[in-house]
């Protein structure tokens, strides 16, 4: 168990809507990322908070959004959700920033149909 | 822009038998370099990482990776492979702070008793 908590676990949706999802970190670790990981395009990073900032911006979409919250929890909202959203989307968590090892946690596993 | 290859898409190893997979990358800067396993319906775990200093890196469950500037290279290796250890390997790059990081497409390693 790496300590990285995320839900829902699974997620089941229709084209069009919109969906959150919630990963906490590690006990005090500062640093949130979001990936997503598909057949077609293996694993993807999104984005990184640390402390409640947007430190990195990876291959986001505009339909996407993310923030960390002063708790350190943070959210990944995926709007207008298309067929080709379906995927695994994990949450990691590092201590500081670049250089420090992440833990994953066990995902969310989002089908738009 | 930051790359990394795995230039194998299945790794195939007797138990017992020495391990290599490899990695190799491409960054501008000076890389912060990484390695991280995939257990099936499991997120990524970490087993080791270069930042600075010796080019040998030991990590977690005797997995070992040497850092080759010149031929901008990050092997992984283990001198006895297990059944345990086939999973999917993922090698992953960072350009110092602030940039994206960048995993590879992965390498299924099979572990054959």
């Known amino acids: 168990d790496s300590g990285v908590t995320q839900t829902p676990k699974h997620l089941i949706t229709a084209t069009g809507q919109r969906v959150t999802l919630r990963c906490s970190p590690r006990?005090?670790?500062?640093?949130v990322y979001w990936y997503q990981q598909s057949l077609d395009q293996g694993l993807q990073f999104l984005i990184q908070?640390?402390?409640?900032?947007?430190?990195a911006k990876g291959n986001i979409l505009e339909r996407f959004s993310a923030q960390q919250f002063p708790d350190l929890h943070s959210e990944l909202n995926l709007s207008s959700l298309e067929l080709g959203d379906s995927a695994l989307y994990f949450c990691?968590?590092?201590?500081?920033?670049?250089?420090?090892?992440?833990?994953f946690g066990p995902g969310t596993r989002l089908t738009v149909t | 822009a930051q790359s990394v290859a795995q230039p194998e898409d299945q790794v195939n190893v007797a138990e017992g038998n020495p391990l290599t997979v490899k990695c190799t990358y491409s960054?501008?800067?000076?890389?912060?370099l990484f390695w991280y396993v995939q257990y099936p319906n499991r997120g990524l775990q970490f087993l080791l990482k270069?930042?600075?200093?010796?080019?040998l890196v030991k990590g977690s469950y005797g997995f070992e990776a040497e850092f080759n500037k010149s031929q901008t290279s990050f092997h992984l290796k283990k001198p006895s492979a297990l059944v345990s250890d086939s999973a999917l390997y993922f090698c992953?790059?960072?350009?110092?702070?602030?940039?994206?990081?960048?995993f590879g497409p992965g390498t299924r390693l099979s572990v054959l008793p």
């Open positions: 006990s005090g670790d500062l640093s």
């Open positions: 960054v501008s800067g000076n890389p912060y």
């Open positions: 270069y930042i600075t200093g010796d080019n």
């Open positions: 908070y640390y402390n409640g900032e947007e430190r």
């Open positions: 990691a968590s590092s201590t500081r920033q670049g250089s420090d090892e992440q833990y």
């Open positions: 992953a790059v960072r350009e110092n702070y602030g940039q994206n990081f960048v």
